[in-house]
């Protein structure tokens, strides 16, 4: 017999959001609740941009408006331009960036692999 399983459901608009600066919030939609993923959803205003900063996972970026660019430590000039519908894997302990590269809001979906969300900023 299997065991019984739940299947997870996570609501945006029920959602906590929490200000990332005033040019952007997040809405955690998974996380620190048993499962092995951490999701959330970042809406960015037109100038923002994260700081250099790096994960000890791989994070998954996928874009749901907008436009955004992303970058590696020392590869600022070759940023990846990615538009709605396009994912970016950034790789485990490197460096990365990420901007509003349009003048709209840009919404993306962020899949950290890993049960909790671990951020190290970069002081330069």
């Given amino acids: 017999m299997r065991p019984q399983a739940e299947a997870k459901i996570a609501r945006l608009s029920e959602s906590e959001t929490i200000s990332f600066g005033p040019l952007a919030d997040y809405n ?36 749901i408006e907008g436009e955004m660019e992303a970058w590696l430590e020392g590869q600022e000039d070759r940023p990846a331009r990615l538009g709605e519908g396009d994912m970016i894997a950034l790789p485990a302990c490197v460096p990365h960036v990420f901007r509003n590269a349009g003048d709209r809001q840009l919404r993306l979906l962020g899949i950290h692999a890993s049960p909790s969300r671990i951020v190290h900023r970069v002081q330069e």
């Fill in 28 to 63: 955690r939609l998974t996380g620190d609740d048993g499962l092995p993923v951490f999701t959330g959803v970042q809406t960015c205003k037109p100038g923002y941009q994260t700081p250099l900063h790096w994960h000890p996972y791989v994070e998954c970026l996928f874009i």
